[in-house]
């Protein structure tokens, strides 16, 4: 299908897509919407911002059945930031039918979300958590709905929630359809789909080298420098739309905004120790354009879709490199371009050079006078070093101990090799060698 208005949907469904501004379906979306309208169960490989989420809403909408009292459709997403964002798309798409829809997400009043469900929902979105709560009860009907979806299984997995969504959907019905949507498949998650999916389709979209397009990436040195103020001098320097500053743990976080709240900032902060309320409050303010900077971890920033962002840096590489291509995949996203500046240390280049193998073309510069300027080469220090090594060998290859030894021969023998040493290296200087 080329276009949405050449899919078999209901009147009220085009009338919706067409009031979103969709004209002609994304890769994903093409390839997913037949498969769920089949009831083909099917695993969708797709990095955020590929049209995923309405690849499975839209079918799912025409599937239900709104005369009926039954729970026909589960649709897990593993926060509550997330599952709240496609339960506002789904509403975008149902709007003045008669298809009921309900959210259940952690962090909210259990008796608020038992409510809900007293209107017999026949599409529920939530976290795993709090709908595994809910089944557990008997208060949602988990047995009658033969529809399963699982977006960012990947992170869901990394959270821990696989468990809650096994005890749930072990109590849907045998035919379970069930599609699950993640950008990447760790090994570990294998078998969880194995046990409830036989030879699903398997859709991959986008390969690792999208990663490149529309994407500056700056490799920032630290040399013995404070970090902080390293990072202090490029974002006075810089003019983002949004920035999410990037550290490897909740501790750090805090620390950094704390530092560039008292340098004049104002950051946002994204991270695993606010209260739901605080987030929830942190959210708005952040789509409500209050702040430039963001300073997040990568679990709590994963979760959550964040638009415009503009630069993403690296304050910390991360040890798991996967959630390095997941923080510079949130910029240059729906053809715009994006800025992705990482800060190391000299002892970090084994982590440097793995990213290189990923595909990402770093650029070694610096910062200077308000302005991007390229600096020598990373490696030349190593290189200068092995040539060093070099003339060493060659100084005792050539300057030999001699057949016949006087006293004193060994200062005479230390002396020579001084002086090739010296002549080796003049000569290094005079070709450019520096």
Request: charged letters at 30%.
């Amino acid at each position: 299908m080329s276009k949405f208005t050449d899919y078999q949907l209901k009147p009220f469904l085009k009338e919706a897509i067409q009031k979103l501004g969709f004209e002609s379906p994304t890769p994903i979306q093409k390839e997913i919407i037949p498969l769920i309208l089949k009831g083909v169960s099917a695993i969708g490989q797709a990095h955020t911002g590929t049209g995923k989420s309405h690849s499975f809403l839209i079918p799912i909408v025409e599937r239900v059945e709104a005369d009926s009292n039954d729970l026909q459709a589960i649709i897990t997403a593993p926060t509550r930031e997330l599952a709240t964002q496609l339960y506002d798309e789904l509403l975008k798409l149902t709007e003045g039918t008669e298809i009921r829809s309900a959210i259940l997400i952690g962090g909210t009043d259990k008796e608020r979300a038992a409510n809900r469900l007293k209107a017999n929902p026949q599409i529920v979105v939530g976290t795993p958590g709090r709908i595994n709560d809910m089944a557990k009860t008997n208060q949602l009907a988990v047995h009658t709905a033969k529809i399963l979806v699982i977006d960012e299984a990947d992170l869901a997995f990394d959270m821990g929630f696989v468990e809650d969504i096994d005890q749930f959907a072990s109590r849907m019905p045998e035919n379970l359809e069930m599609f699950v949507f993640s950008a990447t498949i760790p090994e570990k998650l294998k078998p969880f789909l194995n046990k409830y999916m036989e030879s699903p389709a398997h859709i991959k979209i986008g390969e690792r080298q999208s990663f490149t397009e529309g994407i500056h990436y700056s490799l920032v040195p630290v040399r013995g420098q404070q970090k902080e103020k390293k990072l202090l001098g490029i974002l006075e320097n810089i003019t983002p739309y949004l920035a999410i500053i990037f550290t490897n743990t909740r501790k750090n976080a805090e620390e950094l905004a704390a530092y560039l709240e008292r340098s004049g900032m104002k950051v946002g902060r994204i991270h695993g120790d606010l209260s739901p309320r605080e987030r929830t409050r942190m959210m708005k303010r952040i789509r409500d354009l209050e702040f430039e900077y963001i300073v997040a971890t990568d679990l709590a920033a994963r979760g959550i879709d964040i638009p415009g962002v503009s630069h993403v840096i690296n304050f910390e590489i991360p040890d798991d490199l996967e959630f390095f291509i997941h923080r510079v995949g949130r910029t240059a996203r729906a053809g715009l371009e994006g800025h992705a500046i990482t800060l190391y240390d000299p002892t970090e280049e084994d982590k440097v050079q793995s990213i290189e193998k990923l595909g990402i073309p770093f650029i070694h510069e610096e910062m200077k006078n308000g302005e991007w300027v390229e600096v020598k080469e990373r490696h030349a220090r190593k290189k200068r070093a092995s040539y060093t090594d070099d003339i060493d060998r060659q100084a005792v290859k050539f300057i030999r101990k001699p057949k016949k030894v006087k006293p004193g021969y060994k200062k005479k023998l230390a002396k020579q090799i001084d002086q090739y040493k010296k002549q080796e290296r003049r000569k290094q200087n005079r070709h450019g060698r520096k």
